[in-house]
């Protein structure tokens, strides 16, 4: 069973908003690393925001700061991201990924130490 599922992702036009979800179907991510990746053709995998479920507290990719917010409910089961004023570029598949930690070193840590992933969802922007 997959451990992770995201949802909500679609094709709209550049300006406009989408909201991915990403529901635990197996955990409870009381201290964790959650993040929200994503992948264009081509390309490697890049970290766009992350949430430490532990205080809430969270980071993001410069190309998105200002644009796209992550979040938690209270279950520490579902993660959205929020993504306004979407751009072409932001076209890709995005992923949600996490890892359990003890204290808050998310930013350190690299695509290879998510232990938990989704299967992912497409979002394209058209201009």
């Known amino acids: 069973q997959v451990p992770l599922v995201e949802s909500g992702g679609g094709s709209v036009q550049a300006g406009g908003s989408l909201r991915l979800a990403c529901t635990s179907v197996?955990?409870?991510?009381?201290?964790?690393?959650m993040t929200w990746f994503r992948q264009q053709p081509e390309k490697e995998r890049e970290k766009v925001a992350t949430i430490y479920t532990s205080d809430g507290s969270t980071s993001y990719a410069d190309s998105v700061k200002g644009r796209f917010t992550i979040s938690q409910d209270n279950s520490k089961k579902v993660f959205n991201l929020q993504m306004d004023s979407l751009k072409p570029e932001d076209t890709a598949m995005y992923y949600c990924a996490a890892v359990g930690v003890r204290e808050n070193s998310c930013n350190t840590l690299t695509e290879r130490f998510y232990d938990h992933w989704g299967q992912g969802t497409q979002v394209t922007v058209s201009s």
């Open positions: 197996l955990y409870t991510f009381s201290r964790a690393c």
